[in-house]
């Protein structure tokens, strides 16, 4: 695996994110700036226009991880095969952003702008902690909360979790089922290593292809 990326911004260009140091301005003001370390970074600018709800979407292919940091200061590292839309900058009163695949955020505390993660029709909900959300696994949505609090919310029904916890969303049914865990092997990703604890070989291998874009049957 290696850092890269595709950035699309509200404008609908698209940037490739490799090789070349970069820095994007979006029609905000917003400025966004890419290090070859393989990061991206949101910041404000003094000139910056309100009033515009952009989106900018963040694109991980097969054999890729990056890591990001949000105009709030929030930092959020984005695992193989995954995807992330974002506002530039948030607004007031929440701060919200949609992922599809796997990411660890590590939220900016407000405790007046809630931070909102959206995965289909469930939402995880913090203030300020470390967490990581996956949906590779078919049919289920693993959120592990490593420090602080968040809730998990889906059709009306709302439950905390606690640091070293796994709530595991199941959409077929709208169930939602809370385990303590070693949050290890579910975090190790994010440090460039792979922690299995106990786990089927068909898992292990769907981890492995993504990381190192393979084909494994």
């Known amino acids: 695996g290696s850092s890269q990326a595709i950035l699309h911004l509200s404008s609908g260009q ?28 949101y910041s404000r600018s003094s000139s910056q226009r309100n009033g515009e709800e952009l989106t900018n979407r963040l694109e991980i292919p097969r054999g890729g991880e990056f ?43 407000n405790n007046h702008r809630p931070f909102i993660v959206q995965i289909d029709e469930m939402a995880v909900k913090v203030y300020g902690t470390q ?54 092997p579910y975090t190790a990703w994010k440090d460039g290593n792979f922690v299995f604890h106990n786990e089927e070989l068909g898992s292990i291998m769907d981890k492995l292809a993504r990381w190192y874009d393979l084909n494994v049957f």
């Open 14 to 41: 698209s940037y490739r994110l490799k090789d070349n140091e970069q820095k994007i301005k979006e029609n905000d003001g917003t400025m966004i700036a890419f290090s070859t370390r393989g990061s991206l970074r």
């Open 67 to 109: 890591q990001l940091t949000l105009a709030d200061g929030t930092q959020v590292w984005l695992n193989a095969e995954s995807e992330l839309q974002y506002p530039p900058s948030f607004s007031d009163k929440e701060r919200v952003v949609r992922l599809k695949g796997e990411a660890y955020f590590k939220v900016a505390k």
């Open 131 to 184: 967490f990581n959300i996956s949906t590779h696994e078919q049919n289920k949505i693993e959120t592990v909360l490593v420090e602080g609090q968040v809730s998990i919310i889906c059709r009306n029904q709302e439950k905390m979790l606690k640091p070293s916890q796994k709530a595991t969303f199941i959409p077929e049914n709208g169930e939602i089922f809370i385990d303590e865990v070693d949050v290890l």
